[in-house]
């Protein structure tokens, strides 16, 4: 039987999945590692410490499952999006890479705007510019770090880099490239026109391919790194939203994935290059070259927890934190959580926003607290809900994954805010999974995600269904919190401290 291999190269982990083409999971390996954070609103991390625990999965992998080496026949990838990576002439790192959750660039984003009108600008790449996004963080190095600027040869995103170091070629996809800020998502190539207007170098941008294309083959410096035999075809692969689309099946319209991960993003799929008229959430390429992806990005998922968990309870695992959450009456008992804990995008997109506990009273407790954080968390998704509805697309099933997913506090409240049935894949590592579809199509062991999906992926028996009830108290409950942010906005500006 064929194998392929997907590596998902997270924000706080890469793991690495040997799947076999009739679905089955051979074997899997993680490696985390950290953020750096030089100052508050900065977000780095080393590439070369990146490709160091990739390498290490990969060896566990091939450690694991030697009588499998030669069954692998291909290699996908899934990446966290927008992220700068930039390398020399000799293919090393000019300076860390400031990935997605960096917030040092609002003033680079006026710049922009004073160079292309942003109506102009929007029209082409069907996205606000935000912080942390590939374009916008470019553009604070040539203002703020011009020896930096000067040396770099190509700049590309974080997976392209883990993917280089494997086959020795640079290039990106579509879908991660869409989300640069500087790329023409309607007729999917670099926004050639609005590089030069920017007064950005051509010669950066790396070719664009898409995600089931061959960027190469496992090197021979690779497979003395990693244990694979030298040789193994390599896809391009996508960026991690998509990917993680592709790993749950959702290849058409009228589905929506509901993932609470480090952020969370509530998406869906569109066959026209679709854009909400303010902008408040993104279009990207798809991994499939005639759809499009629609996705509401919230910068606190998952991590509001962590840091509710780590930080304010001194709780062991988010096991025990859910299991108390469910003690928690819907409503969390009047009790309301903003998770704008590191500035928010959909539907705000403003990088000094912040995180709030409203209506506590004497009577609140732990459970309130933890239950008010996830309730926080999909009104929040619920604000891109609405976006999509507005613009016409409709679904009637979320699937949920991510972290999140394996909650069944979490799962009704989805059900609950969203008014849908709620369902979850059988395998959790949707990102590697999806990466791994993509290496099968790339190299004809399918002949289109269709049947990559219809092979492999599995949806749990268990259903969950939506309560009137809770539905009538969220619809009420949600005027509250969306009135939240712009009551405080003029606040917000003033407790940024570093």
Known sequence: MRYFIGVDIGTSSVKSLLLGEDGTTAGIAQREYDILKPQQS??????????????????????????????????????????????????????????WADQRSSASI????????????????????????????????????????????????????????MCGQMGTDMSDA???????????????????????????????????EL???????????????????????GGDTMVQAVGNGMLHPGTAISNIGTASQLVTISDSPLSDTEFRTNTFCHVDKKQWLLMGANLSGGVSLKWLKNNILGM???????????????GSGGLFFLPYLSGERTPWNDPNARGIYF????????????????????????????????????????????????????????????GCEVVTNLVKEQGCMGAA?????????????????????RFSDEIT?????????????SQIFEKLYPANQALFSLCTRQ
Not at 366 to 372: G, T
Not at 465 to 477: F, M, W
């Open 316 to 330: 062991k695992n988010y096991d025990e934190m859910t299991d108390l959450a469910g003690q928690s009456a819907p």
């Open 42 to 99: 900065w977000a780095e991390q080393n590439m070369e410490r990146i490709w160091e625990a990739a390498a290490w999965t990969l060896r566990c992998l091939v450690g694991q499952h030697p009588e499998l080496k030669k069954n692998i026949c291909g290699i996908g990838y899934s990446g966290q999006m927008h992220g700068l990576v930039m390398l020399d002439e000799s293919g090393k790192e000019v300076r860390n890479t400031m990935i």
């Open 359 to 418: 209506g506590l009273s004497l009577k609140h407790d732990r459970a309130d607290m933890i239950r008010a954080a996830m309730e926080g968390i999909i009104y929040a998704q619920r604000s891109s809900l609405e976006i999509f509805r507005r613009m016409g697309l409709t679904f009637d099933r979320v699937i949920a994954s991510g972290g999140g997913a394996n909650s069944k506090v979490f799962r009704q409240i989805i059900a609950d805010q969203f």
């Open 437 to 457: 579809m993509i290496a099968g199509v790339a190299v004809g062991a399918f002949s289109d995600y269709e049947e990559a999906c219809s092979q492999i992926v």
């Open 465 to 477: 269904e939506p309560d009137t009830n809770n539905q009538k108290l969220y619809a009420q409950d």
């Open 110 to 165: 006026e710049r922009i705007y004073e160079a292309v009108p942003q109506e102009e600008y929007q029209a082409v790449s069907l996205n606000a510019l935000s912080t942390g996004f590939l374009v916008s963080s470019l553009v604070w190095v040539r203002d703020q770090e011009p020896k930096n600027y000067e040396r770099i040869c190509k700049v590309m995103l974080p997976k392209d880099y883990i993917r280089f170091r």
């Open 178 to 212: 869409s989300s640069t800020g500087i790329f023409d998502t309607v007729n999917r190539q670099w926004a050639w026109e609005l590089i030069r207007r920017i007064g950005l170098e051509k010669s950066f941008f790396v070719p664009c391919h898409e995600s089931a």
């Open 215 to 237: 960027a190469g083959t496992v090197s021979r410096a690779c497979a003395q790194e990693t244990g694979l035999p030298e040789g193994i075809p390599v896809a391009y692969g």
